[in-house]
């Protein structure tokens, strides 16, 4: 994993932002749903998740990250679509995969392979919603997901955590 404290997004302000964690809004944003039978760029595609709707047919919109040097924040759901087999074994014409970034590190939450890319934003919905759920709550309750620190996924992918780091789950709130 490589990070790198106080480094924008284009179009993004640190510190400061619309929330405080130094996020703008995002002028760029697509609705996830226009982009399904689409195949990636042979290089693989990032994209921020920044609304989701866990119902079919809701909300859905997120935002293109570089393909050159995607980046993501504490806090930050993204996925990323991407030719061929991902992490998993087998040979499906292309995947999916789901990532949560919390705490200077990248959580692999879910991957999926596509035999196509027709249906693959509903394929994701549920779990990316549920996703943002989890790192709004784990904020909520006084976890430190280190928003102003940038991460590294063309990095911090290949090797990305299963689970939750410790210093996130080990938040001063307790659980209910």
Do not use: C, K, N
Request: proline letters at 11%; aromatic letters at 6%; a negative charge.
């Amino acid at each position: 994993m490589t990070a790198a404290t106080d480094d924008a997004r284009p179009g993004q302000t640190v510190p400061g932002g619309r929330d405080g964690t130094g996020r703008a809004e995002p002028a760029d944003e697509v609705d996830v749903a226009a982009l399904a039978g689409s195949g990636p760029p042979p290089e693989g595609m990032w994209l921020w998740a920044t609304e989701v709707d866990g119902e079919p047919g809701g909300v859905f919109t997120a935002r293109h990250l570089p393909a050159s040097a995607p980046r993501a924040y504490g806090g930050d759901v993204v996925l990323r679509l991407g030719p061929g087999p991902g992490r998993l074994p087998g040979r499906p014409a292309a995947h999916a995969q789901a990532y949560a970034v919390l705490a200077g590190t990248v959580v692999l939450v879910a991957e999926w392979g596509l035999d196509s890319f027709g249906d693959w934003p509903e394929i994701v919905r549920v779990t990316a919603a549920f996703t943002m759920g989890v790192l709004t709550d784990l904020e909520a309750r006084g976890a430190d997901l280190r928003p102003h620190e940038a991460v590294d996924l063309g990095t911090a992918a290949a090797t990305a955590a299963v689970g939750l780091p410790a210093a996130v789950w080990a938040a001063p709130a307790p659980m209910p």
